[in-house]
């Protein structure tokens, strides 16, 4: 099992940057898949980005290709995300997950098993 709690979000004018992180608890912090997830007010929850068990591989929502980046440092049981030229549309609570898997991709939040309480991005314009 793991716990997540992400830091890292704050008021930010549009155009600037701000890297997210989650920090996992657990000896087996290597072996999991994580991700981001977002949520706006009135919005379903829609993916952000995914990471695999190694870092050596990384998805991005087609939308977000080139101003997001994530990462992850095993030793530190940290996984990342880096946000750049932002926009008031990226306004959302950010929500970092996990899922025991070393498969191709996960892209929907049904398919993650533990998840973070979420920490406020606000771009304003």
């Known amino acids: 099992q793991v716990q997540l709690v992400e830091s890292g979000g704050r008021l930010v004018q549009a155009g600037g940057s701000l890297r997210l992180s989650c920090a996992a608890s657990?000896?087996?912090?290597?072996?999991?898949?994580m991700a981001w997830f977002r949520q706006a007010p009135g919005k379903e929850r829609e993916f952000v980005a995914a990471?695999?068990?190694?870092?050596?591989?990384?998805a991005y929502a087609d939308s977000l290709k080139g101003r997001f980046t994530i990462s992850r440092d095993n030793a530190k049981n940290t996984v990342y995300l880096q946000m750049n030229s932002l926009k008031p549309e990226d306004t959302a609570v950010y929500y970092c997950?996990?899922?025991?898997?070393?498969?191709?991709?996960?892209?929907?939040?049904?398919?993650?098993?533990?998840w973070g309480q979420g920490t406020q991005v606000t771009v304003s314009s």
């Open positions: 997950a996990a899922v025991l898997w070393r498969g191709f991709f996960k892209v929907s939040p049904q398919e993650y098993a533990y």
């Open positions: 657990g000896r087996t912090f290597s072996s999991y898949a």
């Open positions: 990471i695999r068990w190694s870092g050596l591989n990384t």
